[in-house]
């Protein structure tokens, strides 16, 4: 297969042998922006997903830029939480000048921890998802950039098995802004509750996960670092009307508690 296009929001196409035709655009009422799930980027899309015109590795690599410039760190080098932390990771070390080593190795047979329906699972899935590569940290002040924190089961007992393996430091960077909010638009985030961004640990974060500091990519630098390369090529194209640009948008219910419908119970 090839990469033709994206279908737009609200449009019916039909695809024969011989073209892709649209047969109707179902439109938004007027003045409502589109609502893109922004946690596709941050987390669940694969690296080389296309959305919106741009691939998903190349956001996570600027929000990665983004996140050296709002929360820069004295340390050794920089590594990741593999894999969907990798562009990040990459983007933050070219931004901060620190070479980018790899500490954790992953086991490819285990799915994914955050999903999984309860504690003990999740505990047990991270304690079978990551080996370490101590040779190449040693001593050494690290920076893990993770994609995300949800509950803090995942993080703990990395930061742990870092320090139990010889790294001098731990200093966690994130390259999304905390969850705070529940998703009613069927990812399986869990209620506010059980999400540590809304927990009194999360006051003294750092401290609760054992590392030396913890900071969030703001709202504002993810939300600049996936809309940039859209406002910039349609800002470029001359087919575009620019009023466009104010309708371009992205749900950030997760982040901010910010619907973009009404929900109704």
Known sequence: ARYYREVLPGEIVKISRYDVQTLDVVRRPEGDPSAFCIFEYVYFARPDSIFEGQMVYSVRRRCGQQLAIEAPVEADLVSTVPESATPAALGYAQKC?????????????????????????????????????????????????????????????????????????????????????????????????????????????????????????????????????????????????KSFIGKIGHCTACLTGEYPVELEW
């Not at 504690?119 to 991270?126: T, Y």
């Not at 742990?160 to 430091?169: D, H, I, Q, T, V």
């Not at 609760?208 to 470029?236: M, P, T």
């Open 97 to 241: 000048g620190l070479p980018y080593v790899e500490v954790l190795c992953k086991n490819r047979y285990v799915g994914r921890t955050f999903i999984q329906p309860n504690m003990r699972l999740r505990q047990l899935g991270v304690a079978k998802k990551f080996g370490v590569l101590s040779d190449n940290f040693k001593g050494k002040r690290v920076v893990i950039i993770d994609d995300s924190i949800v509950r803090g089961n995942t993080i703990s007992p990395i930061i742990k098995l870092l320090r139990e393996s010889g790294a001098k430091e731990v200093h966690i960077r994130v390259a999304s802004p905390p969850i705070r909010f529940p998703c009613y638009m069927g990812i399986n985030i869990p209620t506010k509750e059980e999400l540590i961004a809304n927990r009194p640990e999360f006051h003294d974060l750092a401290n609760y996960i054992g590392a030396d500091s913890v900071v969030y990519l703001s709202v504002e630098g993810l939300v600049s670092s996936v809309q940039e390369s859209i406002k910039a090529r349609h800002d470029n194209s001359p087919k575009t009307h």
